[in-house]
C-alpha cells in the first residue's frame, strides 16, 4: 500500500499556494495525501471551496471556535507569568499562547493517520507532533519564513518571538523531513537549532501556469506598467519608494497594486500617488484566484518585490511574487535584501536589485529598463529562466527525495 502523508497548515488552502503544490507533487508521486488546512477567514471562502472540489486529494477544513481566542488569551496571561519570574514555558501553553487553531488542528490531525505529518506554520507543529507520536508515524516541517526571525520590537514581540523559538526548538530536532523555501532561511534554521540544514524549496509555480506564448511589451513609447501583488496591500512593502522612484523616473511608469485593501492602506498609497502627480497611473485591483497570478502578470513589463529589512525573516525570504513574475516572463525588481541579493545575481538580465532608500537610483534602473532593447532582452531571459530552472517541474524533486529519505528511513514507500 502506499505511504501516506498528512499536510497540517494554519492556513486557508487559497492562502497558501505551497501547500497546494505539495500536496499535488505527492499525489503525483504516488503517496496518499490528506490536507487539513483552516477555514476561518470568509473571503478565502469561495476559493477554498474552488480548490477543494479540483483537488485530487482528501482535504479536511477546520474551523476556529470563539473558545480558542479565550484559551490564547488565558496562554498568554499564564506564559507571561512565567516568563517574568524566569520560569519555562510549557510547550503547551507556548503554542495557545502564540495564537493559532491550535487545539481544533490537533483533533484533526489525531483523527487522521499516516505515516508522515509535516507541518506548514508554527502552530500546527504541535498538531503535527502529537499526531505523529500518535500513529508512530514521522514528523516533518516546512519553513516558509524563519518564523523565529519574525519579530518587529517590543515587549509584545519579543514574547511571542519566545514562545515561537519553544515550539521550535521543542519539535524541530524530531522532525525526519525540513523544507524551507529560500536557501538563507534553511541556513538560519540549522543555525538556530542545531538541526540538518533543511531542503531548500522555492516558491515557484507549475509551467501549466505559464501562458502558452512570450507576451511583447504593449507599453508604447518607452514606457513601463509595473505590477505587485499580496493577500494584503500594505504600508511596509517599499511601495512608497517606488512611488517616488516613479515620480522620478524620465520614462512614463505605471503602477498596478492588486491585494485586499481591508485595512485602507491601498488608499493611503493612492493619496500619495496623487501628491506626487502621479494620480493617473496607479490603480488598486481586486484580489484574483491563486492560480491566476501568473497569467495576470503576463500583461506587464515588470514585477516588483519589495521586500523591507524590517525583521530578520523579511531579509532572509524569496517571496513567491519572483517567481511568478519570472514564469509569466517578466523580468523582476528587487529591494536589497541579502536573499534576494544572492538570487539576483544568477538572474542576470531578468533581475535588477535595487535599494528602496535611494529612489534616484531606483529611477535611473527604471529609466533603463524602458528601452526597449533592454527590455526585450530582459523578458527573454525571464521566460527562459521560468521555463528551464525557476518552476516547480523543476523544483517538486527536491521536496520529493527529501520525503522518500524519510520514509525509506521508517521503511515506508511511495507508491
Known amino acids: 500500500m502506499p505511504a501516506s502523508v498528512c499536510l497540517v497548515s494554519t492556513g486557508n488552502l487559497a492562502s497558501n499556494p505551497r501547500l497546494i503544490k505539495e500536496a499535488d507533487a505527492l499525489h503525483g508521486a504516488g503517496y496518499r495525501v490528506t490536507v487539513i488546512a483552516c477555514d476561518y477567514t470568509a473571503s478565502f471562502r469561495d476559493y477554498d471551496d474552488a480548490i477543494e472540489r479540483a483537488a485530487p486529494w482528501k482535504t479536511v477544513r477546520v474551523p476556529r471556535p470563539p473558545a480558542e481566542r479565550l484559551t490564547g488569551i488565558a496562554a498568554r496571561a499564564i506564559g507571561r507569568a512565567l516568563d517574568a519570574v524566569g520560569l519555562d514555558v510549557p510547550v503547551r501553553v507556548a503554542a495557545h499562547a502564540h495564537g493559532g487553531p491550535m487545539t481544533s488542528l490537533r483533533t484533526a490531525a489525531l483523527a487522521e493517520p499516516a505515516d508522515l505529518y509535516i507541518a506548514h506554520y508554527v502552530p500546527a507543529l504541535p498538531a503535527a507532533a502529537a499526531a505523529a507520536a500518535r500513529h508512530g508515524a514521522l514528523l ?134 496623487r501628491a506626487l502627480g502621479l494620480g493617473d497611473r496607479v490603480r488598486l485591483l481586486p484580489m484574483e484566484r491563486p492560480d491566476e497570478m501568473v497569467r495576470l502578470a503576463a500583461h506587464y513589463d515588470l514585477g516588483l518585490s519589495l521586500e523591507t529589512d524590517a525583521t530578520q525573516s523579511r531579509r532572509l525570504c524569496l517571496t513567491n511574487k519572483i517567481f511568478t513574475y519570472l514564469l509569466a516572463g517578466i523580468p523582476v525588481m528587487m529591494s536589497d535584501t541579502p536573499a534576494q541579493r544572492e538570487l539576483g545575481s544568477r538572474l542576470a538580465a531578468a533581475g535588477s536589485v535595487i535599494s528602496l532608500a535611494d529612489p534616484q537610483g531606483m529611477a535611473v534602473s527604471l529609466d533603463r529598463l524602458a528601452r526597449p532593447e533592454v527590455l526585450g532582452q530582459a523578458r527573454q531571459e525571464a521566460w527562459r529562466l521560468g521555463r528551464e530552472r525557476y518552476n516547480w517541474e523543476y523544483e517538486r524533486q527536491f521536496l520529493l527525495q527529501s520525503v522518500a529519505r524519510a520514509l525509506a528511513g521508517r521503511g515506508g514507500q511511495a507508491a
Not at 534553511?186 to 531548500?200: D, L, T
Not at 496591500?233 to 485593501?261: K, T
Open 140 to 273: 516533518g516541517y516546512d519553513a516558509e519564513d524563519f518564523h523565529s526571525g519574525e519579530g518587529q520590537g517590543g515587549a509584545s514581540e519579543e514574547f511571542r518571538m519566545e514562545m515561537v523559538e519553544r515550539i521550535e526548538e521543542t519539535f524541530l530536532p524530531s522532525c525526519r523531513h525540513l523544507t524551507a523555501a529560500s536557501p538563507l532561511i534553511a541556513r538560519a534554521y540549522a543555525a538556530r537549532y542545531g538541526v540538518v540544514e533543511p531542503v531548500s524549496v522555492l516558491n515557484v509555480f507549475p509551467l501549466a501556469m505559464a501562458p502558452a506564448a512570450d507576451t511583447p511589451s504593449s507599453t508604447p513609447g518607452g514606457g513601463l506598467r509595473a505590477y505587485w501583488f499580496s493577500q494584503t496591500i500594505g504600508l511596509d512593502r517599499g511601495l512608497q519608494s517606488f512611488l517616488q522612484a516613479m515620480a522620478r523616473a524620465e520614462a512614463r511608469v505605471s503602477l498596478d497594486i492588486r491585494g485586499s485593501n481591508r485595512w485602507g492602506h491601498g488608499d493611503t498609497l493612492l493619496a500619495e500617488a
